[in-house]
């Protein structure tokens, strides 16, 4: 183009040009990555802010052993500070449950908090030594209950008693990016004959067998090297090895 528009090309000119064409190049190529990363970068950004601004929990209260239930809930209302009163997650919560359901899961907005109360007027005793199953249809409020119990939810009036220590195997299960053994014993002493009756009576003898290293295999972020069974039996061996006095199983 240069040289087109009657222009003599010569050395001092060609060579500076070259060298300064070369050095543009790489800014060029990487150009796109950069809108692409600062895209991901203000996603990022805003998610921080939205969990930095999110309202924080209340400390639970010290465990009382000699509480005369194994966990008391009184008088309770609960919500989640995430959904605003009109998402259409809460409506579609609110069409799904029968009139049966209606005292557990509710659509009534909590005049101090300006969230909604998810779950109301939850009285519970749980005894000591017992067997308790909660039945109901899907989006009735099954989980937000056990989220109430273990103090995963907001609660704006009334009380929650724990007389005993806590295990709880979440609906959907959490893996660490550790071995197999290391999610199972999530930071407790090491007790080998405690260990293989739990792997045995979480039938994950099988699942051990297929892995060339055992229990000792790595797993991937998010257990991504694991079937969803794999997953769900693993989050189950961690709470029964956990040996706490109440083991809270969501649908494991």
Known sequence: MYAALGNELRAEVVFPALALFTGLRVPLLILPFIYSQAGDAYVSCKRIEEF????????????????PYALSIKDADFYWDQLPPNSSDSEGAS?????????????????????????RNIDLDISRGSLVAIVGPVG?????????????????????????????ASQ??????ATIRDNILFDTPFDENRYWKVIKACSLEKDLSTFAKGDLTEIGERG????????ARLSLARSVYYNADIIIMDDP
Request: hydrophobic residues 35%; negative net charge; without cysteine.
């Open 172 to 177: 959907t299960p959490w893996i660490q990016n």
């Open 224 to 231: 991504v090297n694991l079937s969803g069974g794999q997953k």
């Open 52 to 67: 930095l601004l999110s309202e924080d929990l209340a400390p639970l209260p010290p465990m009382k052993p000699k509480h």
């Open 140 to 168: 009735s409020g099954k989980s937000s209950l056990l989220q109430g119990m273990v103090g995963n939810m907001m609660m704006s009036r009334g009380t929650v008693v724990r007389g005993a220590t806590i295990g709880y």
């Open 95 to 119: 069409r799904d449950t029968t009139e049966e359901d209606q005292p557990l899961l509710s659509g009534q907005e909590n005049a101090v908090t300006g969230d909604i109360n998810f779950l």
